[in-house]
């Protein structure tokens, strides 16, 4: 059974700080891994989409990694605004109508 | 549209009533997806929709629940003789293959009183 785990659950930084969301999963046999943000009663709005052949994607302040072999992605999110503060959720793709859902991190940026 | 759209955004229904529930994709995608998100807790995933292939059911919850779609067009889920363990928010994506990345509706709020 595919895995995805989300560290650290919460999270909370001051303004400016440099910060990283880890996920990872147990099955390195992945098509794309994305990364959403969801705000408190909102839906989710997509960040980033790596697919397996990558390494990683970048949008503005945010940077994607994403490593099959050792089953990891990391979120750097560069100099952390109060309009970052959300949930981060990473959702990892194996397969056609195969994306299992992390936890999430929950992001607060302290003004 | 620019984005998949969900109606209504809240809903609010009496145990043992029927609900339908809309997402419009985005025009062009020919995956759509249903989930369900109780409050505090991951997403559920219920149906998908390919093309005009046999839909996969594997997460509805029960006979309850149901959903339709024509082609590649509107899809409408439905709930019947709701329960108070129904109430969440039901999210809808699409993509534009079942590689492809996901886009989320802003989800409809279902309250079971």
């Known amino acids: 059974k595919q895995e995805v785990t989300q560290i650290p659950a919460a999270l909370s930084v001051p303004e400016g700080e440099n910060l990283v969301l880890n996920c990872s999963f147990t099955?390195?046999?992945?098509?794309?891994l994305q990364w959403f943000r969801q705000d408190p009663g909102k839906g989710l709005t997509s960040l980033l989409l790596?697919?397996?052949?990558?390494r990683e994607q970048t949008s503005g302040r945010l940077n994607a990694s994403l490593d099959k072999s050792s089953g990891r992605s990391t979120l750097y999110i560069a100099a952390s605004q109060p309009g970052d503060s959300a949930t981060y959720l990473c959702?990892?793709?194996?397969?056609?109508?195969?994306?299992?859902f992390g936890t999430g991190t929950r992001l607060t940026v302290i003004p | 549209g620019a984005g998949v759209s969900q109606s209504p955004s809240n809903k609010v229904t009496e145990k043992g009533k029927d609900v339908e529930l809309r997402c419009d994709p985005i025009s062009g995608h020919t995956a759509l997806y249903w989930y369900r998100q109780r409050l505090g807790q991951g997403l559920e995933f219920l149906i998908y929709?390919?093309?005009?292939?046999?839909?996969?059911k594997s997460g509805l919850p029960s006979d309850r629940f149901s959903a339709e779609r024509t082609g590649e067009s509107v899809s409408t889920l439905t709930i019947q003789r709701t329960q108070q363990e129904d109430s969440a928010v039901y999210l809808c994506a699409s993509s534009r293959g079942p590689w492809g990345g996901y886009t989320f509706g802003s989800g409809t709020r279902l309250t079971v009183v």
């Open positions: 959702a990892v793709g194996f397969g056609a109508n195969n994306l299992f």
């Open positions: 099955d390195s046999a992945i098509y794309n």
């Open positions: 929709f390919q093309g005009n292939s046999a839909p996969d």
């Open positions: 790596i697919q397996s052949s990558q």
